[in-house]
């Protein structure tokens, strides 16, 4: 258990690659574009597509990930974008033509050029749906745009996405308390972003109920996921102006001192440890 902070030159753990084992790469994180690679058993999506294709393989390139698979296989199996906001949506039409797979899209993202030039595959959300061998699960939450958290689990691992959350929900709670991973977000500092830089009606926009989780709405968060099956929080999303690194870190650590908790200063590429903790294999056995 600790803190850790991490910068753009944190190194991957290219070594978890047996069967079922969940990976998962950081290609941008906050407004000047989001995109998680996750991988496991030969299968890769990426979650948001806030970047274009030449960003995204430079990023992989540096954390040692080929973009090209060969033999013909898709370097990417599907493109699974959380919401339509331009920071997680921006890339998806330069990806998915560059790339040639599929995007999956649940009926509140509003895309119709994606959905006459691209092949989409709809799904509901609240429901599981597959993509390969993974399992993924899109629960609502709430934010200025139809959005949704993702669990995406392989047989060993799973790993929660949480990010543009307007407020936390039973739902999200229990979706997040499901994984052993979690990248959630912790936008602002609200006595930032009250004397910060930004205009009232922005300020009201991002700290209000549809808009961001603040660092003390995260670590409320986190506290109440103390003992479940999430052992590490990846803070994420942090706001440039509003934010600072060492403030998320502080506000979640200190109130959740038994989680593992990191911080991904804006714009972090970086690869994401995803290990089950000790504990909760001996809590659930047979799980
Ligand atoms: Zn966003
Ligand atoms: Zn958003």
Same mark, same amino acid.
């Given at each position: 258990?600790?803190?850790?902070?991490?910068g753009?030159?944190?190194?991957?753990?290219?070594?978890?690659?047996?069967?079922?084992?969940?990976?998962?790469?950081?290609?941008?994180?906050?407004?000047?574009g989001n995109?998680?690679l996750?991988?496991?058993?030969?299968?890769?999506?990426?979650v948001?597509?806030?970047?274009?294709?030449?960003?995204?393989?430079?990023?992989?390139?540096a954390?040692g990930?080929p973009?090209?698979?060969?033999?013909?296989?898709?370097?990417?199996?599907?493109?699974?974008?959380?919401?339509?906001?331009?920071?997680?949506?921006?890339?998806?039409?330069?990806?998915?033509r560059?790339?040639?797979?599929?995007?999956?899209?649940?009926?509140?993202?509003?895309?119709?050029?994606?959905?006459?030039?691209?092949?989409?595959?709809?799904?509901?959300?609240?429901?599981?749906?597959?993509?390969?061998?993974?399992?993924? $699960? #899109?629960?609502?939450v709430?934010? &200025? =745009?139809?959005? /949704?958290?993702?669990?995406?689990? %392989?047989?060993?691992? !799973?790993? +929660?996405?949480?990010?543009?959350?307007?407020?936390?929900?039973?739902?999200? $709670? #229990?979706?997040?308390?499901a994984? &052993? =991973?979690?990248? /959630?977000?912790?936008?602002?500092? %609200?006595?930032m972003? !009250?004397? +910060?830089?930004?205009?009232?009606r922005?300020?009201q926009?991002?700290?209000?109920?549809f808009?961001?989780?603040?660092?003390?709405q995260?670590?409320?968060?986190?506290?109440k996921?103390?003992?479940?099956?999430?052992?590490?929080?990846?803070?994420?999303?942090?706001?440039?102006?509003?934010?600072?690194?060492?403030?998320a870190?502080?506000?979640?650590a200190?109130?959740a001192?038994?989680?593992?908790v990191?911080?991904?200063?804006?714009?972090?590429?970086?690869?994401?440890?995803?290990?089950?903790?000790?504990?909760?294999?001996?809590?659930?056995?047979?799980?």
């Open positions: 258990m600790g803190w850790t902070l991490f753009s030159s944190a190194s991957p753990d290219l070594s978890g690659d047996s069967s079922g084992s969940l990976r998962a790469f950081v290609l941008g994180t906050g407004s000047s995109s998680l996750v991988e496991a058993d030969g299968v890769r999506i990426l948001d597509a806030g970047l274009g294709p030449r960003q995204l393989e430079a990023r992989l390139a954390l990930v973009l090209d698979r060969g033999a013909g296989r898709l370097a990417i199996d599907a493109i699974v974008p959380t919401h339509h906001h331009g920071d997680h949506f921006g890339g998806v039409e330069k990806i998915a560059a790339l040639q797979c599929p995007v999956y899209l649940h009926r509140g993202i509003h895309a119709p050029r994606v959905r006459a030039r691209f092949e989409v595959r709809d799904y509901d959300m609240g429901r599981r749906f597959h993509i390969g061998s993974l399992e993924v $699960t #899109a629960e609502h709430p934010h &200025d =745009a139809p959005q /949704v958290a993702l669990r995406v689990a %392989s047989k060993e691992h !799973a790993l +929660g996405i949480a990010t543009d959350v307007g407020r936390p929900t039973h739902a999200l $709670t #229990a979706l997040l308390a994984c &052993d =991973a979690a990248l /959630v977000e912790a936008n602002h500092c %609200s006595e972003l !009250a004397f +910060g830089p930004y205009p009232m922005l300020r926009r991002v700290g209000g109920g808009g961001h989780l603040s660092n003390a995260t670590a409320e968060l986190a506290a996921l103390v003992g479940s099956r999430l052992g590490r929080i990846y803070l994420g999303h942090l706001s440039r102006s509003n934010n600072t690194p060492e403030r870190l502080e506000t979640v200190s109130a001192p038994r989680m593992n990191s911080v991904l200063p804006h714009g972090s590429v970086c690869a994401l440890e995803i290990r089950r903790s000790k504990a909760f294999q001996l809590a659930l056995p047979f799980d």
